[in-house]
């Protein structure tokens, strides 16, 4: 017996703690596969695209898999829309998910695109603010979902795991944020230029 498989069947939920669909939070159009207990070497193999579970060992995906739901989107199902309210992330085991922002009256514009070992709403799963953007399936998408709740069953079932990815998740965010930052600098800077331009221009006519 591996090593993994002794952990998992040591340690995993009994299974009356299993989760449950997520029918309350608009993924009653999805096709529903499960928890992800059998995506877990799966998940794994993806981990080196991911920056929040990149670190986990295969025993601690069979720990964290039951925890975890499995969803299936067609092409072009909305998996998550802008302004709901959320309290989860996604992990993209299979597919590509587009991801549209909606600017006024504009139309929604496709800020990115999200491919395997990717993850999506981190920012909702800690805060559950509504979603920033619009997640839509562009082929065939499988994602894991895992909930707060979830997250705190881990945390108070499997502190140590718990604990890790509560760190890994604070980089994570720390790192966008710092991102963020840099690139708002740089557009401060290009606007201030711009400004100093139209003020040298300007100033023939004083």
């Not at 898999?65 to 992990?91: I, K, N, W």
Request: hydrophobic share 40%.
């Amino acid at each position: 017996m591996s090593t993994s498989r002794a952990i998992w069947q040591s340690r995993s939920p009994s299974s009356n703690s299993r989760v449950q669909p997520l029918a309350d939070r608009g993924f009653s159009q999805l096709e529903y596969l499960g928890d992800a207990t059998p995506f877990a070497r799966q998940l794994h193999a993806l981990l080196p695209y991911s920056p929040l579970f990149e670190d986990l060992s295969l025993a601690e995906v069979c720990l964290i898999s039951p925890f975890m739901q499995v969803y299936r989107a067609q092409t072009g199902q909305e998996v998550l829309r802008e302004g709901d309210a959320g309290d989860f992330m996604l992990f993209v085991i299979e597919g590509r998910i587009e991801v549209f922002k909606q600017a006024g009256s504009h139309p929604p514009r496709l800020i990115a695109v999200v491919t395997n070992g990717k993850t999506l709403g981190e920012m909702s799963l800690i805060d559950g603010n509504p979603r920033s953007a619009t997640c839509i399936a562009e082929a065939g998408t499988v994602v894991g979902v895992l909930t707060r709740e979830s997250l705190a069953r881990i945390i108070l079932e499997q502190p140590i795991l718990g604990a890790k990815i509560l760190m890994a998740l604070v980089v994570m965010l720390s790192q966008r944020l710092r991102t963020t930052s840099a690139q708002l600098l740089a557009s401060l800077e290009q606007a201030g230029r711009q400004d100093e331009g139209l003020m040298e221009r300007d100033s023939g006519f004083v």
